[in-house]
Nanobody
Framework: QVQLVESGGGLVQAGDSLRLSCAAS????????MAWFRQAPGKEREFVAG????????SVAATVRGRFFISRDNNKYTVYLQMNSLKAEDTAVYYC??????????????????WGQGAQVTVSS
């Protein structure tokens, strides 16, 4: 089992950048595909970005493509979400998720058994 802790959330203005971090502990981090999801009030949890255990393959939702970037540092057991040109509609709780290694990035929340507690990101317009 792996434990996940997000950090880096906060209140920013539209157009600003923010980087979220997700620190993992437990079983060897390189064994897990990682992903970021977000959930806004009254909305379903949605896939934002994911990365395979090797880091060679990533997937980013169309709504944030070109603005958000996912990366990982297996030596630091950490996955990152760099968010640029933030918009008010990016306001949500952002969750880090993990699943045992796979060759591709899964986009369904149900595919990820391990979750962090979430980090609030609020973008003011």
């Amino acid at each position: 089992q792996v434990q996940l802790v997000e950090s880096g959330g906060g209140l920013v203005q539209a157009g600003d950048s923010l980087r979220l971090s997700c620190a993992a502990s437990g079983r060897p981090f390189p064994n897990y595909n990682m992903a970021w999801f977000r959930q806004a009030p009254g909305k379903e949890r949605e896939f934002v970005a994911g990365i395979t255990w090797t880091g060679y393959r990533t997937s980013v939702a169309a709504t944030v493509r070109g603005r958000f970037f996912i990366s990982r540092d297996n030596n630091k057991y950490t996955v990152y979400l760099q968010m640029n040109s933030l918009k008010a509609e990016d306001t949500a709780v952002y969750y880090c998720a993990a699943k045992i290694l796979d060759t591709d990035v899964e986009v369904a929340a149900s595919d990820y058994p391990y979750w962090g507690q979430g980090a609030q990101v609020t973008v003011s317009s």
